[in-house]
């Protein structure tokens, strides 16, 4: 797929069903009042291909906190533009609408720089095009780029697959909408504005994530920076290792009279404790502090064994199967070769977390009803998985040639909750440890990896989930300050502060109030 500009500010996208462009050069729209600037945006062209829905001048919005919790909290936003429109609408599939749909935030007080937001699970709603990934409460737009999101190119909740019927809406969430909505973004900005962006960025998280690490290899031109957080990049292999590890502890629980496990004697909430004593037994203290947290995450080698029963099960130590199921449904699954289908899982506090950590708890969690099955093919599995044409597009594991990307000074963040219930983090490690093979120091030069310990899928848990590494990624772009250790607080308690470390390294305890991240100093592992 390639792309080029066109005399007369034409952007033409080759390679697709897609092209958009201007007939004729756009007035820019500069000056004068933001509304009127903004309403004139209804009326602007960008080829046969988009349809301009609405332009809307927004005013500035405070901060909310949310439900419980900050359920639902929003963060302070700017004056802006807001455009929706729709790119290739069309019959598609079983007579379906299909098209890519966007918004685009265009703040008063631009900042010279556009972003693209990732979307997350499948897709298929348009985000509020704010950029609130890694920015610590305060959103891309609110600190003046122009943002940018959109549904990939199909409507539906948040896990409907039904699209994936359709050729070009499988095409466009797999990979396309990436190339074609930043280019658009980028027209609309540069119409809007009387210039194009100066800086291009892209933040996301897991679906996101996906999303910014296939943009680094199969669009090295888009972007100048990527924020990649817990990658959905393997979602088939990762959801079979879910599977296995569940299976393997169904096998192990108690069963009724009929031969079927007790699901409410999988893991008990008496279990669950002590699994979570055991692992800060033998791994809280590795980082100098005994919190509750395991920050020392490259030394962190847990031995279920430890916590086996002597004699008969009981309430503070576990049965010799639930130990072999724990060992072997971290190690990953295996196909019958002896090669690895999925990555280890870690060991850390959010994994017994309920309903959303890694471990079955018998009821309904983040993957639906509990399992019941207590076998499985891992080869029949796998070998469906590498069925999946879609999978296999969206799998971003294996292309780790990135010169490109490198050679136009392209840099990279990525980070992942050590107890993410869905995606193991040591996969994502392991791509970025083949991509430093595969380009050398010109990958490490322009790139760190930030373990989060205790967050789950993107947030959450017993961890300090928020963090800003958006400022660390503009300075580093556009003035070359590298990024180290970046400052972490709790969610709801922004006091409390601990420093994300670039991994293998980790937060080290040095002394003072355990409760400041001046307390701690970034360490590699002895």
């Given at each position: ?334 196909d019958k070769a002896g090669y690895p289908i999925y990555a280890p899982m870690a060991f850390d506090t959010g994994i017994v977390a309920t309903p959303m950590g890694y471990l079955p708890t018998g009821a309904p969690g983040p993957f639906g009803p509990p399992s019941t099955a207590t076998s499985i093919d891992l080869d029949a599995r796998i070998h469906a998985l590498r069925q999946d044409a879609v999978g296999r597009l969206t799998d971003a594991n294996y292309w ?127």
């Amino acid at each position: 797929m390639r792309f080029r500009a066109a005399r007369g500010h034409a952007l033409i996208l080759t390679g697709t069903a897609l092209a958009f462009g201007l007939a004729t050069p756009a007035t820019p729209q500069t000056g004068g009042d933001p509304a009127r600037r903004c309403a004139a945006m209804a009326n602007a062209a960008f080829g046969d291909d988009v349809r301009i829905i609405s332009a809307t001048h927004l005013d500035a919005s405070p901060a909310s906190t949310g439900g419980p919790g900050g359920f639902g909290a929003l963060a302070a936003l700017p004056a802006h533009c807001r455009v929706e429109g729709a790119i290739n609408e069309r019959k598609g599939a079983g007579g379906k609408d299909y098209g890519i749909h966007f918004a685009i935030a265009l703040p008063d007080q631009w900042s010279g720089r556009f972003l693209l937001q990732g979307g997350g699970g499948l897709n298929g709603t348009v985000g509020v095009p704010s950029g609130p990934v890694a920015s610590d409460g305060r959103p891309a737009l609110a600190r003046g780029f122009a943002v940018i999101s959109s549904d990939s190119g199909h409507k539906g909740a948040v896990f409907d697959a039904s699209f994936m019927a359709d050729q070009r809406a499988a095409l466009d969430f797999a990979e396309t909408s990436v190339l074609t909505v930043a280019l658009l973004g980028k027209q609309v900005t540069k119409t809007y504005y009387g210039q194009a962006p100066a800086h291009s960025y892209m933040t996301g998280c897991s679906t996101g994530g996906r999303e910014g690490m296939l943009a680094s290899q199969r669009y090295p031109e888009l972007f100048d920076g990527i924020i990649v957080g817990a990658p959905a990049f393997r979602a088939g292999d990762s959801n079979l290792g879910v599977e296995y590890t569940t299976v393997l502890l169904n096998a192990a629980a108690p069963r009724d009279a009929e031969g079927k496990p007790i699901m409410s004697q999988v893991l008990t909430a008496a279990d669950r404790s002590t699994l979570l004593t055991g692992m800060l037994d033998q791994c809280d203290a590795l980082d100098g502090l005994k919190d509750g947290m395991i920050e020392n995450v490259a030394q962190c080698n847990f031995k279920p064994a430890k916590l086996q029963c002597s004699g008969e099960k009981k309430d503070g130590c576990l049965s010799a199967g639930q130990v072999s199921a724990l060992e072997k449904g971290f190690a990953g699954p295996f196909d019958k070769a002896g090669y690895p289908i999925y990555a280890p899982m870690a060991f850390d506090t959010g994994i017994v977390a309920t309903p959303m950590g890694y471990l079955p708890t018998g009821a309904p969690g983040p993957f639906g009803p509990p399992s019941t099955a207590t076998s499985i093919d891992l080869d029949a599995r796998i070998h469906a998985l590498r069925q999946d044409a879609v999978g296999r597009l969206t799998d971003a594991n294996y292309w780790t040639n990135l010169n490109t990307y490198l050679d136009r000074g392209g840099k990279m963040l990525f980070y992942h909750g050590v107890s993410d219930f869905w995606f193991s983090p040591l996969a994502t490690w392991d791509y970025y440890q083949r991509a430093t093979e595969a380009n050398g120091a010109a990958f490490t030069d322009a790139s760190r990896f930030y373990m989060v310990p205790g967050m789950l899928h993107c947030g959450g848990g017993n961890s300090f989930d928020q963090f800003d590494m958006l400022t660390s990624l503009v300075d580093w772009v556009e003035q070359g300050k590298a990024p180290e250790s970046v400052v972490a607080h709790r969610s709801g308690k922004p006091e409390e502060t601990r420093p994300l470390c670039p991994y293998p390294s980790h937060a080290e305890y040095i002394g003072g109030d355990p409760t400041k991240a001046s307390s701690f100093a970034c360490k590699p592992p002895a």
